[in-house]
T-cell receptor, first 114, second 113 residues
């Protein structure tokens, strides 16, 4: 069974640009969550999508947005990039049955903003 | 507001000894707790979980203890092996809610051969 895949794995952008990250969940999983990992901050929850609908949202500015397609693949978009957006962005998939569902993470996309 | 806290950024343990990783939480609505392990250049992988109706859960060398009154949980690894060297994240959620998991900042465990 293929795991969660994320593309691209590495990305370098400059301030003010926008970026789109992609996540393909495990087959059969309908929930995709996105997290930002920075040193000293752990994993910060961005948002969760289930059946193409955003079910949960973390405390991030509106520059961070996402969407989910009918095949459960998800994209995350960050507009007007800032230096502080440099981080590892992780997506995780699950069946989406609730708070006890095990999440399976992808390897992440390392975003560097110059 | 860090609702899940791991106050030790790093921990070094000799191979064969016990590793104890600690985690505190502040939100009394959390009733499901998890530990994830993360190697460099990989995503976190699920390790073990515990529901608030229990105070202990074991899986092989890994045991998680939950003290609800103290809002504290710990992960014990016995015996520790060099392959256990990784960053460990404590996480918490509400079992009845949607998938919103709150993670701690992580503890980097180094097991010395």
């Amino acid at each position: 069974k293929a795991g969660v895949t994320q593309t691209p794995r590495y990305l370098i952008k400059t301030r003010g640009q926008q970026v789109t990250l992609s996540c393909s969940p495990i087959s059969g999983h309908r929930s995709v969550s996105w997290y930002q990992q920075t040193p000293g901050q752990g994993l910060q929850f961005l948002f969760e999508y289930f059946s193409e609908t955003q079910r949960n949202k973390g405390n991030f500015p509106g520059r961070f947005s996402g969407r989910q397609f009918s095949n459960s693949r998800s994209e995350m978009n960050v507009s007007t990039l800032e230096l502080g957006d440099s981080a590892l962005y992780l997506c995780a998939s699950s069946f989406g049955r609730g708070g006890t569902d095990t999440q399976y993470f992808g390897p992440g996309t390392r975003l560097t903003v110059l | 507001d860090q609702q899940v806290k791991q106050n030790s950024p790093s921990l070094s343990v000799q191979e064969g000894r016990i590793s104890i990783l600690n985690c505190d939480y502040t939100n009394s609505m959390f009733d499901y707790f998890l530990w994830y392990k993360k190697y460099p250049a990989e995503g976190p992988t699920f390790l073990i979980s515990i529901s608030s109706i229990k105070d202990k859960n074991e899986d092989g060398r890994f045991t998680v203890f939950l003290n609800k009154s103290a809002k504290h949980l710990s992960l014990h690894i016995v015996p520790s092996q060099p392959g256990d060297s990784a960053v460990y994240f404590c996480a918490a959620s509400k079992s009845g809610g949607y998938q919103k998991v709150t993670f701690g900042t992580g503890t980097k465990l180094q097991v010395i051969p």
